[in-house]
């Protein structure tokens, strides 16, 4: 099956004009159309918030569409706070699900209102240390250990994974909280990542329902929202069949009036945490092929590299890839289609039927939206790429510059190679 970039050809050769590739672009009708779509499938629960994990695209003008549509930011570190500061999304809108977290973090957190959603049970401690008294609010990320299993499989490891409370000290920590004051209750659980299933949140949901009721039962603690976190997946190889997300909805609709409006907890929230589902689809790298090499395989160098992204390098994942202005020809070649890091494993493609590629034609790697750009890296001294934003009107807007030399180098700065740097920056025009 094929998959159509929401870019053209004659739209890049026009966009290159300004902005040089390599670019990440994002599609703006796309997310629009897909936050709209999400709001829509749980517009049965009353309390549903979504919460974008900033992790997978922390660029503000992109937050700043989402929560056109009530998201708000799910943060997990200090700089992903200070985004959600800035862009004026504080107290609810703000899920910190973060771990291993540093007592400076939690204190930042708390002065914004967030909700914390602790990994661990020896956080209780550590958040009053630090806070003095815990807020009202509190979550618990829960691990049930063993493995994810769902009809067609197992889908992940809970059980070797760092996240969560055992379930005993689930019951143990919401004794803990209500005894130190807390009030209000959350319950979290990540368990498989990048679901291709429309069937992975309501059984997710199912699990923590059922144990929300145990923990009214036994602890006499009501949880009021119960998150389902993301690992909601997209479909990164066309041949797949993609989520329908007006169908996970109504999954989870569906065992909640099975299991919570019969336990008299029909009032309880359902939040996610939705990163990759959100804009993975729609971003797009943009880049050109630079070389053409024939050994002992075909290689297409480009100049995009792993720095750009990351994904294909670190986990081996397939980003489907698109020659502007051959979408229509035979896919006739085979080709390893590879960045310019000094690292064997910085490629985009492998052994991928490809239609002939010459030398300046552009290629689009598809789905890099989320966990694209945002897991960008310096090695080689690689400076990391633009992003742009299609907008719905055709224009295109800068929403991130691309790194220069200086930034590169902005750290070395007081020491005394700085200055020599410096000179050299203004010998190279790029
Ligand atoms: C990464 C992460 C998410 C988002 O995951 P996706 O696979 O992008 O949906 C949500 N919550 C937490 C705590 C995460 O670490």
């Known amino acids: 099956m094929s998959k159509l970039p929401f870019v053209t050809k004659e739209q890049v050769e026009e966009i290159v004009k300004t902005y040089p590739t390599p670019f990440h672009i994002y599609d703006e009708r796309g997310i629009r159309q897909n936050a709209q779509a999400v709001q829509e499938a749980f517009a049965w629960n009353k309390g549903f918030k979504e919460y974008f994990a900033v992790k997978a695209c922390p660029n503000p003008f992109l937050i700043q569409i989402l929560h056109e549509y009530g998201v708000g930011c799910d943060c997990s570190s200090l700089t992903e706070l200070m985004l959600s500061d800035a862009l004026g999304l504080v107290g609810d809108d703000i899920m910190f699900s973060s771990n291993e977290t540093p007592a ?3 204190a930042y957190c708390a002065k914004l209102g ?32 063993g493995v994810f299993q769902m009809s067609n499989g197992i889908m992940d490891n809970p059980g070797d994974s760092k996240y969560g409370f055992t379930t005993e000290q689930l019951f143990e920590g919401y004794k803990i909280l209500r005894e130190k004051g807390v009030k209000h209750f959350g319950l979290h659980a990540f368990l498989a990542s990048n679901t291709v299933t429309n069937e992975y949140y309501p059984q997710l949901a199912k699990q923590l329902f059922e144990l929300a009721v145990q923990i009214k ?52 929230a359902i939040y996610t945490e939705m990163g990759r589902f959100m804009t993975g689809p729609y971003g797009a790298l943009v880049t050109q092929a630079i070389h053409e090499k024939h050994t002992y395989k075909e290689y297409i160098g480009v100049d995009a590299c792993a720095v750009n992204l990351m994904r294909p390098a670190m986990y081996g994942a397939y980003h489907h890839i698109t020659v502007l202005g051959k979408e229509d020809m035979p896919c006739d070649h085979t080709y390893d289609v590879v960045g310019s890091l000094c690292e064997n494993n910085d490629k985009f493609a492998i052994d991928r039927k490809l239609p002939g590629i010459d030398k300046g034609d552009y290629l689009v790697i598809h789905d890099t939206g989320a966990h694209g750009y945002a897991m960008g890296y310096n090695y080689n001294g690689k400076l990391k790429s633009a992003e742009l934003l299609l907008k719905e009107d055709g224009s295109v807007q800068l929403i991130r510059r691309a790194e220069t030399p200086q930034d590169y180098f902005a750290t070395l700065d007081g020491f005394k190679v700085y200055e020599a740097l410096k000179e050299r920056i203004k010998t190279i025009e790029i």
Do not use: W
């Open 104 to 106: 400076e973090e939690y």
């Open 114 to 145: 967030g909700i914390i959603n602790l990994d661990d049970i020896t956080h209780i401690e550590f958040v009053e240390n630090i806070l003095g008294k815990l807020p009202e609010t509190m979550s618990c990320r829960y691990n049930p250990g």
């Open 217 to 268: 039962e036994k602890v006499g603690v009501q949880i009021e929202f119960i998150n389902l976190s993301g690992g909601v997946g997209i479909t990164y190889d066309p041949d797949q069949t993609a989520n329908d997300i007006r169908v996970i909805g109504e999954g989870v609709h569906k065992v909640y009036d099975e299991v919570l409006v019969p336990a008299g907890m029909g009032e309880t």
